[in-house]
């Protein structure tokens, strides 16, 4: 006869198998897509970047790591790996910094604020394409919109689309455009979930507007900036510049504004030198490695979880 004492024993030793159960059934098959679609192709593209592969041709001929060798031999090379430094740092500082302002204004008590929430959100949603070919007419030197404001107080448009670094600037200034919403949006979130006790406190001690956000709020919006820090930073090296990149200036001028991203298609699939994108796929995937680590390890450490 089973008494009440030896029920909890069977149940017991049936929860190992019901978890290993639930888990594959609930992770399954998110698993098997993760393997199918990012981690066979990346380790494909490992080994393709150890041939001389000409896109679409049944031949292939290994290569070792030639192609890695000939990429750093490339006098294109520091060109591209300064003009991708360049793109990062702009696109990731800016989005992290006017987000965080951004946020700052959307949480106010403002009326209709529920509206322009919305609206600063909605570039992200927007197809890249679609935004930058509305703004090549922006940015059109004769009859865009910022050289009529520009004439308007007597200076001169800049030449955005033949001199490389204003062609840079003004890819930089759109990607912050569609992504600034995304991170404000994150932010602003983070924001309400401050505890409102907490800046009551300060600013009956006396606390400046200034020393409450520095002292108590940007500290407990640490984990979000450390989340946006890594995603923000993949997205805009990763693929999210592409199709602005495409759009507006296809690398141009002078290769202005191809970074590595935007080189690993031009190298497959303009000049089919398959092979060869593969190996500078590899290393902007082994960058974003590091550096994701790096953020992982040594920025975590700075994290005030609440």
């Excluded at 049936?14 to 159960?21: L, N």
């Excluded at 987000?99 to 959100?121: I, P, Q, W, Y």
């Excluded at 404001?149 to 200076?155: D, E, F, K, Q, T």
């Amino acid at each position: 006869m089973t008494t009440l004492h030896q029920v909890p024993a069977a149940r017991h030793r049936r929860t190992p198998w019901t978890s290993w159960g639930t888990f594959l059934l609930l992770a399954g098959p998110n698993v098997a897509l993760l393997v199918l679609f990012v981690y066979k192709p990346l380790v494909q593209n490992v080994q393709y970047s150890l041939l001389h592969w000409n896109l679409g041709s049944d031949r292939a001929t290994p290569v070792g790591l030639q192609n890695y060798v000939n990429y750093f031999q490339d006098p294109r090379t520091p060109s591209v790996l300064l003009t991708t430094l360049v793109f990062a740092v702009v696109t990731v500082g800016g989005c992290m910094a006017l987000g965080l302002a951004t946020a700052r204004l959307l949480d106010r008590r403002l009326r209709g604020r529920t509206f322009v929430r919305a609206v600063v959100f909605a570039p992200y949603v927007l197809s890249g394409v679609a935004v930058g070919m509305c703004w090549l007419f922006v940015f059109d030197p004769q009859y865009g919109l910022v050289s009529g404001l520009l004439r308007a107080v007597g200076i001169a448009s800049p030449n955005w689309y033949n001199d490389p670094d204003w062609a840079l600037a003004m890819v930089c200034i759109v990607y912050l455009w569609k992504y600034v919403g995304y991170v404000a949006i994150i932010y602003l979130a983070a924001l309400q979930s401050v505890p409102a006790d907490l800046l009551e406190a300060a600013q009956i001690d006396g606390a400046s507007p200034l020393r409450q956000f520095w002292s108590i709020v940007f500290p407990l919006l640490s984990p979000t900036t450390f989340f946006l820090g890594v995603t923000v930073f993949i997205e805009s090296n990763a693929g999210g510049s592409f199709d602005i990149i495409r759009a507006m200036t296809k690398g141009g001028p002078l290769e202005g504004t191809t970074t590595m991203v935007y080189q690993v298609y031009q190298e497959a699939f303009v000049d089919g030198s398959a092979g060869y994108a593969s190996a500078i796929a590899t290393l902007l995937f082994l960058a974003l490695l590091v550096v994701t680590v790096v953020q992982m390890v040594v920025v975590e450490r700075k994290v005030h979880y609440r």
